[in-house]
Nanobody, 124 residues
Framework: HVQLVESGGGSVQAGESLRLSCVVS????????MGWFRQVPGNEREPLAS???????SVADSVKGRFTISQDGAKNTLYLHMNNLKPEDTAMYYC???????????????????RGQGTQVTVS
């Protein structure tokens, strides 16, 4: 049973940076996809970035140039580095993980129920 726990959210001013962390435990995937998405109440999940077990990363066009994704395998931790934050980045941010690299195709990972409880980011 995979468990994901996000942290690092908060309230910041426009232009500032945040790094979100997601500790992933309980998985035994030989191949996997992990990713980040965000959601505002009443809206659909918006993909942000993904990384697969080969280390290939993808970043959504909407945040490309400002957000990057990385992972620390030794710590089983996934990161989302967010720079030059804007008020429109205000949302709940979630990490997700699934078996299989194919889940990174077209950010399919955002549709999984294997996600954390989220961390709120507010930009003013």
């Amino acid at each position: 049973h995979v468990q994901l726990v996000e942290s690092g959210g908060g309230s910041v001013q426009a232009g500032e940076s945040l790094r979100l962390s997601c500790v992933v435990s309980g998985y035994r995937y030989s191949t996997y996809c992990m990713g980040w998405f965000r959601q505002v109440p009443g809206n659909e999940r918006e993909p942000l970035a993904s990384i697969d077990s080969d280390g290939r990363t993808s970043v959504a066009d909407s945040v490309k140039g400002r957000f990057t994704i990385s992972q620390d395998g030794a710590k089983n931790t996934l990161y989302l580095h967010m720079n030059n934050l804007k008020p429109e980045d205000t949302a709940m941010y979630y990490c997700a993980a699934e078996a299989g690299r194919r889940m990174c195709l077209a950010f399919s990972i955002i549709h999984t129920n294997s996600r954390g409880q989220g961390t709120q980011v507010t930009v003013s």
